[in-house]
């Protein structure tokens, strides 16, 4: 981040934490929402997308190689036309990571010029043809990916201090895991009434990293 952007990020920090002082109080005689006339305008040459940081996680997933990784070792798909397997692939998280809920949500990403701005991508796929890549997958490519993953993310570790690794903590719980099919087969159901499952979630203390049995 050069030090002129670093600059206006904490100048705006300091605007916000002015107004949101609780030891000022002008203006309480009054409603505290005053707006009466509100003009919009639509930017010519200037875009904007509320996934901000969108553009800074693929640039860690194309340093890390894990583009390259997927599109050479997943093998699901034998013509590009238009898209990688790591378009589909890498497309699914980075919808969670905007915001998205579901695999619908992708079409919302789709018409963010500046979302698709911020991956360099032309377009990306729709959720229809999501939603054929994803049933493409077997038990095999499923666990091809995985070791893709597991590829990664040593890269990741081995990039850390040695400090790191002098203790690990691991904290496990259990927790509600809540299934909405129609299949109820192996669930038992809550206190509240919820159908689900119950795994045991183990997760690393300094890193974050969960797993789940």
């Given at each position: 981040m050069s030090p002129k952007i670093r600059q206006k990020i904490e100048r705006h920090k300091r605007q916000v934490a002015r107004r949101l002082d609780k030891n000022d109080n002008r203006g309480c005689?009054?409603?505290?929402?005053?707006?009466?006339?509100?003009?919009c305008e639509i930017a010519d040459?200037?875009?904007?997308?509320?996934?901000?940081?969108?553009?800074a996680i693929h640039l860690l997933v194309r340093k890390l190689g894990l583009d390259e990784t997927i599109n050479r070792c997943l093998g699901?798909?034998?013509?590009?036309?238009?898209?990688?397997?790591?378009?589909?692939?890498?497309?699914?998280?980075?919808?969670?990571?905007?915001?998205?809920?579901?695999?619908e949500h992708l079409e919302l990403c789709r018409h963010g010029a500046a979302y698709m701005d911020a991956l360099g991508a032309r377009r990306i796929p729709d959720p229809t043809t999501a939603g054929d890549f994803c049933r493409r997958f077997d038990a095999q490519?499923?666990?091809?990916?995985?070791?893709?993953?597991?590829a990664s993310r040593q890269k990741?570790?081995?990039?850390?201090?040695?400090?790191?690794?002098?203790?690990?903590?691991?904290?496990?719980?259990?927790?509600m895991v809540e299934t909405t099919g129609k299949r109820k087969e192996g669930m038992e159901n809550n206190?509240?009434?919820q159908w689900g499952y119950h795994p045991l979630v183990h997760t690393g203390r300094r890193s974050a990293r969960r797993r789940i049995a």
């Open positions: 005689d009054r409603p505290i929402m005053t707006a009466a006339n509100i003009h040459r200037t875009q904007a997308t509320a996934a901000g940081g969108i553009g699901v798909l034998k013509i590009y036309l238009p898209y990688h397997d790591s378009a589909y692939v890498l497309n699914i998280p980075y919808n969670l990571l905007a915001g998205g809920e579901c695999q490519r499923i666990y091809a990916l995985q070791q893709i993953l597991n990741v570790w081995r990039q850390q201090p040695a400090a790191l690794f002098e203790e690990a903590t691991i904290d496990a719980d259990g927790t206190y509240k009434g």
